[in-house]
């Protein structure tokens, strides 16, 4: 199983250990925004967004409406998008836009 994430149609971004992005999503669901890979920072305290689903594409963060921490654990973090991975210079963060 792997750490990976995905933003559904309603802007939600869903944090998973799975094998396909697409088994994070339910039944009536699409992921129009894309998803990725996900690792959690313990030096920084915080979750890291990274890399890009090869079946959605790469993550559009700033379509993020709402967080559901439940598959990290179920405690908001703090959340940055790396959008030059592997690279850690330049963190985005990411947060539920209303």
């Known amino acids: ?6 933003i559904n149609q309603d802007g939600v ?14 039944f009536d669901e699409t992921c129009p925004y894309g998803g990725g890979f996900w ?5 920084r305290g915080a979750i ?3 890399g890009r ?3 959605f594409g790469a993550p559009d963060v700033d379509q993020v409406r709402r967080i ?5 654990g ?3 973090r703090p959340l940055f998008y790396l959008p030059h ?5 330049l963190l985005i963060p990411v947060y539920a836009k209303s």
Do not use: N
């Open 85 to 89: 991975w592997p690279d850690e210079d």
């Open 13 to 26: 971004l869903r944090f998973g250990h799975v094998y396909m992005h697409r088994d994070l999503l339910d």
């Open 53 to 55: 689903s090869f079946d």
């Open 68 to 72: 559901e921490w439940a598959g990290i």
């Open 39 to 43: 690792k959690a920072d313990d030096s």
């Open 74 to 76: 179920g405690t908001p």
């Open 1 to 6: 199983m792997y750490q990976k994430f995905i």
């Open 48 to 50: 890291l967004l990274y």
